[in-house]
Nanobody
């Protein structure tokens, strides 16, 4: 079992930045995929990006809508993954979730989810 807790959401003006954190506990893996998703009111849960790593390398992938603005990173010592969001737009407003126990860009492919953190971008 894996527990995920997101934090760092809030209200920010368009063009601003936020950094979300996802702290993992329980059965964490030395090498796994961690995903970030978001869900706006009335919309399906949307893939934002993911990070995975081996002993020597770290890999990330992003959706086209956030590529170049968002960055995912990790701190293994803290079992924490971060989502740095820059140049925020009103359309980035959503509840953001981190996910584990899966791979790829489909929400149904992940077994573990955090409770979500609200990000609101005012224009």
């Amino acid at each position: 079992q894996v527990q995920l807790v997101e934090s760092g959401g809030g209200l920010v003006q368009a063009g601003g930045s936020l950094r979300l954190s996802c702290a993992a506990s329980g059965r964490t893996f030395s090498s796994q995929v961690m995903g970030w998703f978001r869900q706006a009111p009335g919309k399906e849960r949307e893939f934002v990006g993911s990070i995975w790593w081996s002993a020597s390398s770290t890999y990330t992938t992003y959706s086209d809508s956030v590529k170049g603005r968002f960055t995912i990173s990790r701190d293994n010592a803290k079992n924490t993954v971060y989502l740095q969001m820059n140049s925020l737009k009103s359309e980035d407003t959503a509840v953001y979730y981190c996910a584990a126990g899966g791979r790829g860009s489909g929400a149904n492919d992940y077994a573990y989810w955090g409770q979500g953190t609200q990000v609101t971008v005012s224009s």
